[in-house]
């Protein structure tokens, strides 16, 4: 099993900035790609940016330019910070990371999931 724990949400005043993070734990033997989506009521759950074994980013409309995604393959860390916020980027966030355990099985983890307000 691997748990993705995150943090980092929070009320930011617009234009404000915000560093969200997720750390996976478990018999983690490599990790491929790790994520970051938002989710608002009604809507459903989308991409916000995503990062490759390799350090291929890939991000939405919507936040290039204000929203950077990295990772720490040696805390098996996804980190997302985010500035210049927006009211719009409101959502509950969470991490997703895929990769093999130790048994050579495949998995794909979820957090928990990290409330981002925005709002003056």
């Known amino acids: 099993q691997v748990q993705l724990v995150e943090s980092g949400g929070g009320l930011v005043q617009p234009g404000g900035s915000l560093k969200l993070s997720c750390a996976a734990s478990?018999?983690?033997?490599?990790?491929?790609?790790m994520g970051w989506y938002r989710q608002t009521p009604g809507n459903e759950r989308e991409l916000v940016a995503g990062?490759?074994?390799?350090?291929?980013?890939n991000y939405a409309d919507s936040v290039k330019g204000r929203f950077t995604i990295s990772r720490d393959d040696v805390k098996n860390t996804v980190y997302l910070q985010m500035n210049s916020l927006k009211p719009e980027d409101t959502a509950e966030y969470y991490c997703?990371?895929?990769?093999?355990?130790?048994?050579?099985?495949?998995?794909?983890?979820w957090g928990q999931g990290t409330q981002v307000t925005v709002s003056s």
């Open positions: 478990g018999s983690i033997f490599s990790i491929y790609t």
């Open positions: 990062i490759t074994s390799g350090g291929s980013t």
């Open positions: 997703n990371i895929r990769g093999a355990l130790m048994a050579s099985r495949f998995f794909d983890s």
